[in-house]
């Protein structure tokens, strides 16, 4: 068990380290702040609001067939507004006036969720197209990443928004916002923190499924001030979150987005294709080969997994190849099924590339359960699995361990 003890180890020190925050690509892509519309009026010159949109198809081989929802702030939207695009592969697209010119919409505020069947690169601007300065009038808005389903924060989670302020002197005023992004409805605990960590104000917000919020950072009820920090905690239900901050100058209305703290993700579609490789029980020595196909389907997010062995598996004739359904959500992918040949199965792969996962097989089984866990090293082209054998009290008991290593073609 030497080997196997090694590897544990291995993959220990790879899983222990943290992501680096990123923005990335992805197949469902949400822009949580942008609309169109008359805002605020000081001295009588009011602020036209305005969204721009770059969606960028990285692909060489593929288009990109991309549905661009709109989710109304302030309601659920589970029937949104809808346009569908297609972008060459290499190319990109620039929607100037996102609402005006595709969704014909004036006066609406809230979200953008974007889904293709291939990554895609997206980002936004939201300005006021109204900006009076001595060389004529211009605009002047933020910029809005777009941000990954995969990044989005769900029940038991939290996430953090840095650098606002809202100060006595009227220098400074914040916004926070957030969108609900699993289609159901999400408690929000948010807190109100200073530069020492101390908590200033809490306050819950109930989101619809789907449903878009932006809230001054004064709706929380805490005292004025610089370096402050709202903490977004999910307490309840089923949904998950997307968030963002923004600080404002007063003088010149020049917004800074502040970014929700995340890391990169590696996204189920990444582990689109055909993975295979040896498998190996260092306990007894025996060997054989490992099979999966994974193919997904975005809108339903739901991911579709063969598995086919070969070899003495569990000291017998191979099982039939069986066909999982895994659900894809912030997490990971999620594999949670009956299973004629492995019993009750119980699978995640994170959004961080780790695998972990057990197995009860059926009563009668001469194993009573296997445990499994590994990762992707260096994003989507290799797996690496240890797993360990329990073996049932009619054979005795005891364990045997071995691993496999898959790769991507």
């Known amino acids: 068990m030497m080997k196997i003890k090694a590897l544990v180890l291995c993959l220990g020190a790879v899983l222990s380290t943290t992501a680096a925050f990123a923005i990335v690509p992805g197949p469902e892509v949400f822009l949580a702040s942008v609309g169109r519309g ?77 889904r293709s069947n291939v990554h895609i690169a997206v980002n936004a601007r939201t300005y006021d197209a109204n900006v ?53 409805s999400c408690t929000v605990e948010a807190e109100l923190l200073d530069g020492t960590g101390t908590v200033l104000a809490t306050k819950t ?54 970014d929700q703290v995340h890391g990169g993700v590696i996204s189920a579609t990444d582990l689109v294709g055909t993975w295979t490789g ?30 086919t062995l070969t070899g003495m598996v569990f000291g017998g004739s191979p099982p039939p190849s069986e066909n999982y359904t895994a659900a894809i959500t912030p997490k990971g992918l999620i594999v949670n099924t009956q299973s004629a040949f492995a019993g009750t199965l119980t699978a995640t792969y994170n959004s961080g590339g780790q695998i972990t996962g057990q197995a009860i097989p059926p009563s009668g089984s001469p194993i009573a359960l296997v445990t499994f866990f590994g990762y992707t090293p260096g994003g989507t082209t290799t797996m690496n699995i240890a797993y360990e054998i329990t073996f049932a009290p009619s054979q005795g008991g005891g364990t045997a361990g071995g691993f496999c290593t898959l790769t991507k073609s």
């Open 38 to 114: 008359q805002g605020a009026c000081p001295a009588g010159v009011c602020a036209e609001w305005r969204t721009s949109v770059w969606v960028t198809n990285p692909s060489t081989t593929e288009t990109a067939q991309v549905e661009i929802a709109f989710l109304q702030r302030g309601q659920a939207n589970t029937s949104p507004a809808v346009i569908n695009v297609w972008i060459q592969p290499g190319q990109g697209e620039q929607f100037t006036d996102i609402f005006n010119d595709y969704f014909h919409l004036d006066g609406v505020f809230g979200a953008l969720r974007l």
């Open 132 to 184: 009076t300065t001595n060389r004529g009038v211009g605009s002047a808005g933020q910029d809005l990443p777009g941000i990954p389903f995969e990044n989005a924060i769900a029940a038991g989670e939290h996430t953090t928004l840095a650098g606002l302020a809202q100060d006595a002197g009227g220098v400074w005023r914040s916004n926070f916002g957030m969108v609900e992004v699993m289609g159901q």
């Open 205 to 258: 917000y109930n989101l619809l499924p789907f449903e878009p919020i932006q809230p001054p950072i004064t709706d929380l009820g805490g005292p004025l001030g610089t370096n402050q920090r709202v903490v977004l905690n999910v307490t309840g239900t089923s949904g998950a979150i997307i968030a963002f901050g923004s600080l404002i100058d007063n003088t010149t209305g020049d917004p800074t987005t502040m």
């Open 278 to 307: 040896p498998w190996n029980n260092v306990t007894y020595g025996t060997s054989g080969t490992v099979t999966v196909v994974i193919t997904v389907d975005v809108p339903s997010r739901t991911a579709q997994l063969n598995l």
